[in-house]
């Protein structure tokens, strides 16, 4: 296992017309490959914003963000995107998959700005992803004809096409029922015993029993649920 992020008095805040809301005050975290971290806190508490700083989505205030060894402040708006592209896979809550796309054309999606996959290798490899998370017999269907569940695990083979060095995950199961988040768990902490650092904000309680660090963010701070 190696560190891949470490995160140093990271602050973010928000200015409304009324007042200045601190979302993040002096954020100190690191984060490991071949790991499940869970990130938990109540609706409004920050743990979204910090994820979409984490994959380079979101700028932050003050502090410092070492990604792969980089501090990003350091890097042109260029060198971010490549980062993002090669080794952040994201996941999200509503899937966000094409309606007029097969699911194997769905997982391609990301390797057309990647250059470094032929063409030719596309399609077999996107296969390869979704029989990896028993869509086997599903590579051919279109997304409304797939259940939340099966959509959901579309989402992270697509999130894998590239094979990025971490998942980011923000409320993969708020859309699916008891078993499919049971599946989409178990499909992440695999992914993660492979070698790669699987982070996921839910409200979930049940990610309590995949996560091998528990992390709770509230009123802006990020707390070790071992360590309160």
């Not at 601190?22 to 690191?30: A, F, S, T, Y």
């Not at 999606?109 to 250059?115: A, G, K």
């Not at 051919?140 to 989402?155: D, M, N, T, W």
């Not at 988040?181 to 029993?209: A, P, R």
Request: net charge neutral.
């Amino acid at each position: 296992m190696s560190k891949i992020i470490s995160v140093n008095h990271l602050s973010k805040s928000y200015i409304t017309e009324k007042k200045r809301i601190d979302i993040l005050q002096e954020i100190n975290v690191e984060f490991e490959t071949g790991k499940f971290y869970a990130i938990m806190g109540h609706s409004g508490s920050g743990k979204s914003t910090l994820i979409n700083i984490l994959g380079l989505i979101d700028n932050f205030d003050s502090g410092k963000y070492i990604l792969f060894g980089k501090d990003i402040t350091a890097m042109t708006d260029n060198e971010l995107s490549k980062i993002r592209m090669k080794n952040i896979g994201f996941i999200f809550q509503e899937f966000y998959l094409n309606n007029t796309l097969k699911a194997w054309e769905n997982v391609v999606v990301p390797m057309l700005i990647n250059d470094e996959i032929p063409k030719k290798e596309r399609k077999e490899r996107a296969c390869k992803l979704l029989k990896m998370v028993g869509l086997e017999d599903r590579m051919e269907h279109y997304p409304k004809e797939l259940s939340g569940g099966e959509q959901q695990r579309v989402a992270i083979a697509r999130a894998l096409a590239n094979n990025p060095k971490m998942i980011l995950a923000d409320e993969p199961t708020g859309n699916l029922d008891e078993e499919h988040e049971e599946q989409i768990f178990n499909i992440l902490k695999e992914i993660s015993k492979s070698g790669k650092c699987v982070i996921v904000v839910t409200h979930s309680n049940d990610v309590k029993k995949y996560a091998d660090i528990i992390y709770k963010i509230s009123n802006g701070k990020i707390v070790r649920q071992d360590e309160i």
